[in-house]
Nanobody, 116 residues
Framework: QVRLVESGGDLVHPGGSLRLSCAAS????????MGWYRQATGKQREMVAR???????NYADSVKGRFTISRDNAKNTVYLQMTSLKPEDTAVYYC??????????WGQGTQVTVSS
């Protein structure tokens, strides 16, 4: 069993910043990666950013240069620093943990709304 607790979602003006956090507890051994996905209303869930246990990261083209993913292994927490937010970033953001066997687990999601 693993538990992912996300926080940091909020309403922010365009151009603003937010930092999302995802704290993992429970069966957090043999982790391959942790990442963030998002799902806007009426759209499919998409990968935003992911970071492996080795520290390699990748991003969706739409967020490159604006979002930064990082992890604190001591706290079993992954962060998503989001800057220069745009209305099209509005979505529910989900944390995702992937084990070495490629099984995964989703968090409950946190709402990010970018609006003036």
């Amino acid at each position: 069993q693993v538990r992912l607790v996300e926080s940091g979602g909020d309403l922010v003006h365009p151009g603003g910043s937010l930092r999302l956090s995802c704290a993992a507890s429970g069966s957090i051994f043999n982790i391959y990666s942790m990442g963030w996905y998002r799902q806007a209303t009426g759209k499919q869930r998409e990968m935003v950013a992911r970071i492996t246990s080795g520290g390699s990261s990748n991003y969706a083209d739409s967020v490159k240069g604006r979002f930064t993913i990082s992890r604190d292994n001591a706290k079993n927490t992954v962060y998503l620093q989001m800057t220069s937010l745009k209305p099209e970033d509005t979505a529910v953001y989900y944390c995702y943990l992937e084990w070495l066997d490629r099984q995964g687990h989703w968090g409950q999601g946190t709402q990010v709304t970018v609006s003036s």
